[in-house]
């Protein structure tokens, strides 16, 4: 492993804290130490493993088959590792993404929360869940309608999930904040304490108003290159 890489690797996740500790300055508010959650999606192997080397241990991916084909290798080098799954989930593979991630961030109906549900009795594993909210009201994008909410959060507390938080992506092109003001409200309404909210491009501003986890790509990776 080259050393620069994983020198430039580091000095983009400091970047990342350093830039979170200036906007919570900037907005008069307690500096805070949200969970940095790494986005390795698409990134080739050697970025990831420089992020490792670098003492990294959070990350997120957001398609199953992709992430068990990187971490089903990295998972056992590395002491420590939590992988989140950030993108959305079939009820058909359940059973391979409790397996691998250790949080899933995305679930968003009723039929997903009850299959994750047994297959975490079956296997044993009670992963933290947050639900995931289509603030902007999206057609084509997954997340619960903020109407839906309160059936889903009561029929995922009954089927006795670990339920901890919300998780929203806002559409391109809006002003963030809104969407995280409405998270915000919407998990102070329900009881629950995480947020996770804010990418690259706003991770700081997420941060100012109250994330706890932020879920950042570029910021630490570089662009990605889809090939
Ligand atoms: C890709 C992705 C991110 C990271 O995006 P960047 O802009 O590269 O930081 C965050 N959240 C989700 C759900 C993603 O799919």
């Known amino acids: ?3 620069a890489l994983i020198d430039d690797i580091k000095a983009n996740l400091d970047q990342v804290q ?5 906007a919570c300055d900037h907005a008069a508010v307690a500096r805070c130490k949200p969970k940095l959650i790494a ?4 990134q080739p192997k050697e970025r990831v493993i420089a992020a490792l080397e670098a003492g990294h241990r959070v990350f997120g991916e957001n398609k199953l088959q992709e992430a068990s084909e990187r971490w089903g290798d990295l998972k056992p080098d590395y002491d420590g590792i939590e992988l989140h799954l950030i993108g959305g989930l079939q009820t058909n593979k359940t059973a391979k993404a409790v397996a691998l991630f250790d949080v ?3 679930v968003d109906r009723i039929k997903l929360a009850k299959k994750l549900a047994d297959e975490m009795a079956k296997q044993g594993r009670r992963l933290p869940v947050y639900l995931q909210v289509n603030t902007g009201e999206e057609a084509q ?3 619960c309608m903020p109407a839906d909410l309160p059936a889903l959060v009561e029929a995922a507390r009954a ?3 670990n339920v901890v938080g919300l998780m929203c992506i806002p559409p391109v092109g809006d002003d963030p904040s809104l969407h995280f003001m409405l998270l915000k409200k919407l998990a102070n309404r329900h009881g629950l304490k995480r ?7 706003d991770f700081a501003l997420a941060a100012v108003m109250g994330a706890t986890d932020i879920r ?3 910021a630490i990776f570089g662009a990605r290159e889809y090939g």
Not at 195 to 201: A, D, K
């Open 195 to 201: 947020l996770s909210m804010g990418m690259s491009s």
């Open 159 to 161: 089927l006795k999930l």
């Open 216 to 218: 950042v790509g570029t």
């Open 1 to 3: 492993m080259k050393n």
């Open 104 to 106: 899933i961030q995305t």
């Open 141 to 143: 994008k997954s997340g």
């Open 18 to 22: 350093s830039d979170i500790d200036a």
């Open 39 to 42: 986005v390795s999606k698409v």
